[in-house]
Nanobody, 114 residues
Framework: QVQLVESGGGLVQAGGSLRLSCAASGSISDSLMAWYRQAPGKQRDLVATSFSGGITDYADSVKGRFTISRDNAKNTVYLQMNSLKPEDTAVYYC?????????WGQGTQVTVSS
């Protein structure tokens, strides 16, 4: 079972940037990797997806501001977040789907102050 560990969250002012990392304990080269987020009292929503063939997809709310990327050699997925808004405040979770597994990371808090 592949395990995922997120890092890079923190407190940032509106308009600022953060880069989240998700380190996997095994190979992700054939896996679909995604970032979700969950704000207090709300459901967990899909933010960005990285397919194994290189295609990426984004929620409308983050298009043009967030970029998902992966380094298969390092078994790591990234989420570059620019032009952050207070409404981006949430716990961000990494999700991986591969051969025989589907797993979540533990989450990392992102807080954007106005």
């Amino acid at each position: 079972q592949v395990q995922l560990v997120e890092s890079g969250g923190g407190l940032v002012q509106a308009g600022g940037s953060l880069r989240l990392s998700c380190a996997a304990s095994g190979s992700i080269s054939d896996s679909l990797m995604a970032w979700y987020r969950q704000a207090p009292g709300k459901q967990r929503d899909l933010v960005a997806t990285s397919f194994s063939g290189g295609i990426t997809d984004y929620a409308d709310s983050v298009k043009g501001r967030f970029t998902i990327s992966r380094d298969n050699a390092k078994n790591t997925v990234y989420l570059q977040m620019n032009s952050l808004k207070p409404e981006d405040t949430a716990v961000y979770y990494c999700r991986g789907y591969g051969s025989g597994y589907a797993t979540w990371g533990q989450g990392t808090q992102v807080t954007v102050s106005s």
